[in-house]
């Protein structure tokens, strides 16, 4: 999240009041984040998050509007999008609708478009432990399952094709060593992309950007774990591997920020979780190692590109690229055992 656009008072008001939200009581920009313009906004009837797209189109965000709002309406705790009541949408089949289709999720605000989703109560936990993360392989696998049934398709527009079209515009800014690696697992990631195994793994939609800071918590008890109360920041969304989803799990939540190394128990306690919704299939245990590395590098180039060429914004903190060249490199040296090795109950791994 960050301040690229800066967007009136009035012009909020206006809008969330058309949104049947009351007025507006107060408008405050939100720094973090990277990609679009947000806002708190407050209501005579509650707290929304106020999202204009920088990058994005309007072609392109009913994807990830209607994701949440399909996912909420099935009990899994997203912020839900606010229609606009006055939107007429088409009649007949979502994938029979004209491309230029009005979305009743998608609003116009200082001439970019833009959502107004439910704020999330709680907290983000910068510092999980085991617990927060078994809370979080619980929601990922749920969320997957609920996808099933998801009437649109968009590609991860951060998957593949975009880190083989992206590299060769970070690499003048490597050095030697740091470009080699590059090459090598784009190298790698195009090879494993081709195989049969690949084609193979379960799809759907994905958050694809699961982070810490993405998820919200309310406080346990000495007597009660902490509760995941939501998941935000669906705007990197898209359908692709379930197995890459977890994988960018795996490579945040699961890894000492400091040295890039794995945690095999907070890992452990995310994978357990998970597997008890959803169990592996053959071709993801053995993909899992790979698909790690292909997080790391996903991230890797994209906050290369970010810090490298990045946009001017009024609120704008660039993350640090070599934090995700580190957990690259660890993933490479040393790849996490399979999944049949780790320390799950037999239960949580057959599949």
């Not at 920088?54 to 909420?72: D, I, N, S, T």
């Amino acid at each position: 999240m960050a301040v690229y656009t800066d967007v009136g008072f009035d012009e909020a008001d206006a809008l969330v009041q058309r949104l049947g939200l009351g007025a507006l009581q107060s408008l405050k920009g939100i720094q973090g984040g990277i990609e679009n313009t947000n806002y708190f906004a407050s209501t005579e009837k509650g707290e929304f998050v106020l999202t204009l797209f920088e990058r994005l189109g309007p072609a392109q965000l009913p994807y990830y509007l209607c994701l949440m709002k399909h996912l909420a309406a099935r009990g899994i705790p997203v912020p839900a999008p606010v229609a606009d009541p006055a939107v007429t949408l088409p009649t007949g089949s979502v994938l029979s609708w004209p491309a230029d289709a009005p979305c009743e999720l998608v609003h116009r605000v200082a001439g970019k478009p833009a959502a107004v989703v439910q704020r999330l109560g709680g907290h983000s936990e910068l510092d999980p432990g085991p617990a927060h993360c078994a809370e979080l392989g619980h929601w990922l696998a749920r969320m997957h399952l609920a996808g099933r049934d998801f009437d649109r398709v968009q590609p991860n527009l951060r998957g593949l094709a975009w880190w083989n079209d992206t590299a060769p515009v970070v690499l003048p800014y490597l050095d030697e060593s740091q470009a080699t690696l590059l090459r090598a697992e784009l190298a790698y990631q195009n090879h494993v992309a081709a195989s049969s195994a690949h084609a193979a793994l379960p799809r759907g939609p994905v958050h694809a950007d699961l982070f810490r800071d993405n998820a919200m918590f309310e406080a346990g008890s000495s007597d009660t774990p902490p509760r995941l109360s939501g998941v935000f920041d669906f705007y990197f969304a898209g359908t692709d591997t379930w197995l890459f989803d977890l994988a960018v799990c795996l490579n945040d939540w699961a890894i000492d920020l400091r040295t890039g190394v794995h945690d095999a128990l907070r890992a452990d306690a995310l994978l357990a979780a998970y597997l008890t919704v959803r169990p592996l299939t053959g071709a993801e245990r053995t993909l899992l190692p790979a698909m790690l590395r292909a997080a790391a590098l996903r991230f890797w180039i994209s906050r290369l590109w970010d810090f490298h060429l990045p946009r001017e914004a009024s609120m704008l903190k660039a993350h640090d690229p070599t934090h995700f060249e580190r957990v690259l490199r660890e993933r490479a040296r040393t790849p996490l055992a399979p999944v049949q090795s780790l320390h799950l109950p037999p239960a949580a791994i057959a599949a």
